[in-house]
Structures are given as C-alpha cells and as structure tokens.
C-alpha cells in the first residue's frame, strides 16, 4: 500500500494589474494548467459582487450611487475581509486560490483618486491582518497600450488618466520595500496571451510546489 500523501496547505497566488491588462484571460489559464498538472485549485476574484457589500460596491462601480471616497474604500476591505475566514479554510484543506485581485489593487485604486485623496498608509491600514498572499503577479500595462486592445469599459475606475495615476502608485509600492514590494512579481502583460502565461507559470509554478512541498510552512 502506498503511503498516505503529506498533508500540505495549498497556495494563495493573487493576480493584479490595471483594468485591460489580461487578468481574467491568465487567471482562468493558470487555473487550467494547475489543474491539468494535479492541483486542487479554485478561482476567486474581488471585488465579489455576489454579497450584499458586494452589490453596493457593484453600484458603485456602475455610477448608479455616489459614495466618499473614505466609505467605499471600506466597503472593498470589508468583502475582503468577508471573504478571509473562507481564504484560510481553502487553503488549510490543501487548495490553492488563484485570486483576481486583491489588497494591492484596494490600495492603489483608492489612493489614485483625484483629490482630495486618501494616502496609501490610511488605504493600507484596515487590510492589515488579511490572509497575506505567498506571491502576487503584477500585470503590467502600459495604459496606451490598455486604450488599443480596444479602450475600457463604461465603469467608474476605466479612464486613461486614473490608469495612468494606478499604474504610477503600482510601480511606486514596488519601489517602497516593505511587505507590498516583496511580494509582487511583474509581468510584462503588452506581449502575447500565451507569452504572458508563460511567464507567469515560470514563477507560480516555483511558487505552487514550494508551498505544497511543505517547504513555506506559513501563510
Ligand atoms: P474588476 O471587477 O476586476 O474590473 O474590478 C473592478 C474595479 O474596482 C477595477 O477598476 C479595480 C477597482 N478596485 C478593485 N478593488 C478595489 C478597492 O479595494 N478599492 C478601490 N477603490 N477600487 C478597487
Ligand atoms: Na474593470
Ligand atoms: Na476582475
């Protein structure tokens, strides 16, 4: 009889970047290629518009409310935070979550907004003690490029300037050291789909069998 297989947490690999930079397109291929090489693996994204944060957030994001600037950033943290206890469960049982989206882009979004703004460090303050991700995939985009894939869509956030302004305090968090720094890993996301991809899997791929090879014990 074989022996019994180590039990092992899964992994928490978030996929960030500005609106058109491909992240649905690799979440769903990174997710098909884990599970094509054995992984337990589940996709979720945030914001998740299912809850009833979440449809105010929907809302929101739709220009049918208005909301301060303070008020809505909460509003993303707390389906965040909704959504932890369940982040941790997943992965205890040994599934690795492919995250669209995540703290980094609640952060970066809200400071980027026209003032008066809000600081990083007062956005950065009610994601502290999230389930912290073991590597976060940054999809760089230049927003010129973004506007010739076929220019964005109708909601709040997808206008060339707060792209720009996002893009800025992305690069900025990489240049701070810190937790945020360490964490993000960028991809060059203006070249082919099956290019980025392959990027992509160079390193979550490492990642993926660290984490289940019982080496990063910690979350
Ligand atoms: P998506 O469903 O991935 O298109 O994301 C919806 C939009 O919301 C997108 O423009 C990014 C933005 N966003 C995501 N999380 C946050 C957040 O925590 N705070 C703010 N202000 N915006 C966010
Ligand atoms: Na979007
Ligand atoms: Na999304």
Known sequence: ?????????????VVEGLDRAGKSTQVK????????????VKAIGFPDRTSPIGKMISSYL??????????????????????AQWVKDQIAHGYTLICDRYYYSGIVYSAAKRLPSLSLAWARQPEVGLPRPDRVMF??????AAVKRGGYGDEKYEKREMQERVRAL???????????????????AGVGVEDVAGSIWGEVGKVVNAVEGGKWLEL
């Open 62 to 83: 739709k220009c049918q409310t208005e909301m301060d600037d303070h008020a809505i950033h909460l509003l993303f943290t707390t389906n965040r935070w909704e959504k």
């Open 1 to 13: 009889q074989e022996p019994a297989k180590p039990v092992s947490r899964g992994a928490f690999i």
């Open 29 to 40: 291929k990174l997710c098909d290629r884990l599970y094509a090489e054995g992984h337990n």
């Open 139 to 144: 999809l760089d985009l230049d927003p010129e």
């Open 170 to 188: 992305f690069l900025g968090l990489l240049g701070r050291g810190g937790e945020e720094s360490s964490d993000l890993f960028v991809v060059d």
